[in-house]
């Protein structure tokens, strides 16, 4: 089982034991004033949302393994978006 950590932006904090979490982007939504949204799901199976803003997903031995920052929601684009370290072929 894994937990999340959720860091409100007063400081406080709350961890929850986590069998998966949904994280969908603002910019995979269609909605232009889109927020991002984090899922997550208890061991019986219950779905719950956050919105952070700041959240870790850690395994079951403690290490972080994602790092999720919900303030900063990028505007929704239809048009994919060059990668941001061009790839120069060989």
Not at 8 to 20: C, D, K, L, Q, Y
């Amino acid at each position: 089982m894994m937990s999340i950590k959720i860091v409100e932006e007063s400081g406080e904090e709350f961890v929850h034991a986590t069998s998966g979490v949904n994280y969908v982007p603002a910019r995979a939504k269609p909605e232009t004033d889109a927020k991002s949204s984090l899922f997550f799901y208890d061991s019986e199976g219950r779905t719950y949302e956050t919105f952070g803003p700041i959240v870790f997903l850690m395994n079951d031995q403690g290490r972080t393994v994602a790092r999720y920052d919900l303030r900063h929601d990028a505007p929704y684009s239809p048009e994919p978006k060059p990668p941001a370290h061009p790839v120069k072929e060989a």
